[in-house]
């Protein structure tokens, strides 16, 4: 069994990589899931899997947790926002009346957002060219070595590293003609950063977060922010997280990606 799989591992792999050569550049379809009817520019930051909707299991929970808590014409945040994976989700359940703000750091991949919003003609996405942090300002940010892997950079750090506008989580929120139902999380390790600028936000607005966590470190700081200020922790798969206070490799602490519906909101969502 394993030397049959091992026979078809190295072809198939010399396949994905003659594939994406091929269609590098080109916009192709959706073929399945739930952005089926979108296209794409293929790049490195999507990849293959685009064409089947991101492809892993893990997309999928989230984006079935997306859909679950995301209200038809309200305002929804996208952090860290990438290629559009999650933002033409959130486009199709907001619908016309509604609005996305995609919020994504990296002048590369905004251009490529961009294009790819051109091509689906979405009408009701906003791009927001800034970094998410605890401030307004100019963030020092890693472009990685990949366009997938851009991150706020330490202060040691040199090679790679440009200069990005910042905003904060609130000047996002704050001036939104529609109520802020959802705002997704993904900024590479810096969650709890972003929260501190999220102070109304969280206390007044009170939208639903998904939140996908990077660091055992950064785990718990996000998971005190949102206990501070009254929010239930849940699974993608709707389990509560018994011990908030734990991460990483506590199989009943935070990590992974979480689900933060607000205390007195939790009868309105269901799993």
């Known amino acids: 069994m394993n030397n049959t799989f091992e026979r078809f591992k190295m072809p198939w792999a010399l396949l994905k990589k003659a594939l994406y050569r091929t269609l590098k550049g080109k916009v192709c379809p959706v073929i399945s899931g739930p952005l089926r009817g979108f296209s794409f520019e293929m790049s490195e930051a999507c990849g293959l899997a685009a064409l089947v909707s991101g492809g892993s299991s893990s997309e999928g929970d989230t984006q079935r947790q997306l859909a679950r808590h995301c209200r038809p014409e309200s305002t929804v945040v996208d952090c860290g926002a990438n290629w559009g994976l999650h933002t033409f989700l959130l486009s199709r359940l907001v619908g016309p009346k509604g609005k996305v703000l995609a919020v994504e750091a990296s002048p590369e991949i905004q251009k490529l957002l961009k294009r790819n919003i051109a091509i689906n003609k979405i009408q009701n996405v906003e791009v927001?060219?800034?970094?998410?942090?605890?401030?307004?300002?100019?963030?020092?940010?890693?472009?990685?070595?990949?366009?997938?892997?851009?991150?706020?950079?330490?202060?040691?750090?040199?090679v790679d590293v440009i200069e990005v506008a910042s905003t904060t989580l609130d000047e996002i929120t704050k001036s939104q003609p529609l109520p802020v139902s959802l705002v997704k999380m993904d900024i590479e390790g810096a969650e709890s950063m972003a929260l501190k600028g999220a102070t109304a936000t969280l206390k007044i607005i009170r939208p639903v977060f998904v939140i996908e966590l990077h660091s055992p470190e950064n785990d718990l700081a996000v998971a005190k922010i949102m206990q501070q200020n009254e929010y239930g922790l849940y699974r993608l798969n709707g389990k509560k997280i018994a011990k908030p206070d734990c991460s990483w490799p506590d199989p009943e602490g935070v990590y992974g990606t979480i689900v933060c519906i607000p205390k007195e909101e939790k009868d309105n969502h269901s799993f």
């Open 128 to 158: 927001v060219e800034k970094a998410l942090a605890q401030v307004p300002g100019i963030i020092r940010f890693n472009s990685g070595v990949g366009s997938t892997t851009g991150r706020c950079a330490r202060k040691d750090e040199s």
